[in-house]
């Protein structure tokens, strides 16, 4: 029996058939997603969800609807642990959707109601969607200097040529292990363009690392696998971003967790990742020129602003400056700006002295 | 000397230096790439472009930026090629933008004006712009019965986990070859969560085939790979897509080419592709529930007439017959809606179905 199949069996035996054994109002507690519920957790240093939770009982006319909705994607669930197979959030969707006997019912209208449900499940049962055999759609490649075996096939992430490793929605432990590990850290990059140009110069293989990407803000399936290889290999986690709002907010959800999903941070951020991309200061440091220059508008300023004002971006004195110097500059920068200076000198030059000047890091 | 090296060198050498040593005006000739120079060739069966072409020159006001333009990517994509070194259509902006000295103009203001010149070197050239070592962004996963060597690493598209490989940027002959192939066909679906079904389920393997997914409109490398694998593995392609216009649009261009760029088709479109995708007429034959439907709105409708309208798909009776039938409906279906009939229903029951059944195919 799978590990979610054994949470999923004792949370119905355990809460809903109990008071229904009983001929109670069954009823379910679903720990609330709201701003007001995720806090910062300074000494962890992710965001975490707090102790509210709402209770929804069958025998209520305001609420059973929504608490069949859980049991029909929490029994959805449990089918797909069964007959042992996934489905994408959109599949779940479909399998769950349909019109109420005698009724003109349906269960679920749209994903837009479905969605949300299934985060509910997730907190409720205290497991990652991933763990219930749900993924969200996946973007992202891998390779460098490691061996991974996925669904029972070894794969050397040393020789994946051009394209790399496509980094699956689902990679927990019971179908995605390590194998042969020589890397000594983990450089994240923000795009596909970007992780190409360390690609073809073997970055990984220069520097012994392991490189991946997650098409701008890496969907769930990229997080869990960085938190997997910094924790379970040891491998420091190097994060190359651009110098925008964008580019920290990205930063900010793998290094501490979503708002939305503070649920999930304990298995997905990682606090001790280290920012190494392109700063403010690097315009002058690395003589770049005024063609690198992207105006910044008003959502840029908003968007920093209330970054700037994150508990966990609040007080920390570098990064209060970092994004006050972008606002002062009145431009953003990417990482793709570096080619003005050469094709190759993100990875030949620009990278490797970040990597070399602990003191340059944001953390 | 790389191909593209080549062909680089005979254009400047032959038709921008000539003139220019001869003391007359440097001029060049780029065909024009606009709706009304494209044409479909229905012998061959691909859009095709015409033989309109305007002519630059360097000493003419209004066409002397875009000279230079021309021969400043020009020669970005040569030193890419000397240096044996590739680029996104992103960095060649940044690799080509600077001020031109003593003034404050710049070479490029936005990337909006340097796509467009990459465009007209390669259809000046006759090249893709792959082969000028410059590519689009990539997405796209692969898995099968196939290995292929990718800048020198073999790959086993049949041990690739769940994740398969990602399909890179550029796949020309020189760095992506084809060595063992047992495959008989090439299954192409429109989304990764899908492809992920076929995979998990093993489909390539029980099936004898190889799997590829486009994430939606498939960027450029993966319709190079489909035309490859097709062209030289001889190997049929059939594309699962969704019942929309969405699915008719992604159809038409893996298998015409697309007006915008009519000059690649040759190298692109695979006009013998077929269409087993989800059809109106599935929702009766399939025993489908209402719960699939997804309303069409005017932007579907327009879009749907403005498909009728294609030259490569008037007067086919069957394409005809199929999108008045959509319209009809009034609404469209996603293979997804496959799994109301259970999860695997799409791997196990619809496409072997299909495949079977040549007379259901739209060609």
């Known amino acids: 029996m799978t590990c979610g199949l054994f949470i999923m069996k004792v949370w119905v035996t355990g809460k809903v058939m109990k008071s229904a054994d009983k001929k109670r109002d069954p009823e379910i507690s679903i720990p609330m997603r709201t701003l007001s519920n995720a806090n910062y957790n300074k000494k962890k240093r992710i965001i975490e969800m707090g102790d509210k939770a709402a209770t929804r009982n069958f025998f209520d006319l305001n609420k059973s609807k929504n608490f069949m909705q859980t049991m029909l994607i929490a029994s959805a669930c449990k089918k797909l642990i069964d007959e042992e197979k996934t489905s994408s959030i959109r599949g779940l969707y479909y399998l769950t959707k349909h019109s109420i006997k005698g009724t003109n019912e349906k269960t679920f209208n749209d994903q837009k109601e479905s969605d949300p449900i299934i ?213 953003k920068m990417e990482v793709e700006a570096l080619l003005t200076n050469g094709i190759s000198f993100v990875t030949e030059e620009f990278v490797p002295q970040k990597l070399k000047q602990r003191n340059k890091w944001l953390d």
């Open 119 to 331: 985060e509910d499940v997730e907190v409720a049962l205290e497991a990652l969607r991933e763990q219930l055999h749900v993924f969200a759609d996946s973007r992202g490649s891998i390779a460098g200097n490691l061996t991974i075996t996925s669904r029972g096939d070894e794969i050397d992430l040393r020789r994946m040529g051009a394209g790399g490793m496509s980094i699956p929605g689902i990679v927990e432990p019971d179908v995605f292990t390590f194998k042969k590990c020589d890397a000594k850290f983990i450089l994240h990059v923000e795009k596909g363009t970007v992780w190409a140009r360390f690609n073809e110069d073997r970055f990984w293989e220069k520097h012994n690392c392991i490189l991946t990407h997650g098409s701008g803000q890496p969907p769930r399936g990229v997080r869990r696998l960085l938190h997997r290889m910094h924790n379970e290999l040891n491998l420091p986690l190097y994060c190359l971003l651009d110098n925008d709002p964008w580019g920290y907010y990205i930063y900010s959800v793998i290094k501490q967790g979503s708002i939305n999903l503070a649920f999930e941070s304990k298995r997905m951020a990682v606090p001790d990742a280290k920012f190494i991309g392109v700063r403010s200061k690097d315009f002058e440091e690395f003589g770049l020129s005024d063609d690198v220059k992207i105006a910044i508008d008003n959502k840029d300023i908003k968007r920093a602003k209330q970054i700037l004002a994150y508990p966990w971006f609040k007080g920390k004195k570098d990064w209060e400056k970092e994004i006050a110097a972008m606002l002062q500059h009145g431009f």
